[in-house]
């Protein structure tokens, strides 16, 4: 009989959920989802992305990505300007609201890291980190399976 509490993709799934209610948690106080959250983080590492761009850092679909910044957008986070050499594209850069933010929520993140790896030691939580990249494998978003 198959364990399905022993599969890894079982076990990355509720890791992953665990993570999320855990980061959700820490960042509700801000009104942000951690996909936000996810979004501004890129933005705090290199502004000014289009949302191709942050369509495939995140490894999500560009629909999603355009309701993220929307939302993001509306709450005064970041703006949208035009391309300079592409007139049907934008590029996404923080507002200084948003670029205010980054310390608080990096806080956050830093918090809910620490508890979601709190039974794990730095170089287990270092192991973890390599093996999950080693699993990401090729930086391209995923479509649901069929079955």
């Known amino acids: 009989m198959y364990d399905i509490e022993k599969s890894i993709g079982f076990l990355l799934s509720k890791g992953y959920q665990r993570a999320w209610a855990i980061l959700r948690e820490e960042i509700e106080q801000y009104n942000l989802t951690p996909p936000q959250f996810a979004l501004l983080s890129f933005l705090w590492q290199q502004d000014g992305l289009t949302q191709a761009e942050l369509s495939e850092k995140g490894q999500i679909d560009r ?9 993001l957008e509306r709450d005064g986070l970041l703006e949208r300007r035009q391309h300079p050499q592409d007139r049907r594209a934008y590029l996404i850069y923080l507002t200084e609201h948003g670029k ?3 310390g608080p929520l990096s806080a956050c993140a830093e918090r809910s890291l620490h508890q979601f790896t ?3 030691n730095d170089d287990e939580v270092t192991e973890l980190r390599r093996m999950l990249e080693i699993l990401r494998g090729d930086r391209r978003v995923y479509e649901l399976p069929s079955c």
Do not use: A, F, P
Not at 63 to 71: A, F, M, N, W
């Open 118 to 120: 709190s039974g794990l």
């Open 63 to 71: 629909s999603t990505v355009g309701g993220l910044i929307d939302r």
């Open 100 to 102: 205010e933010m980054e």
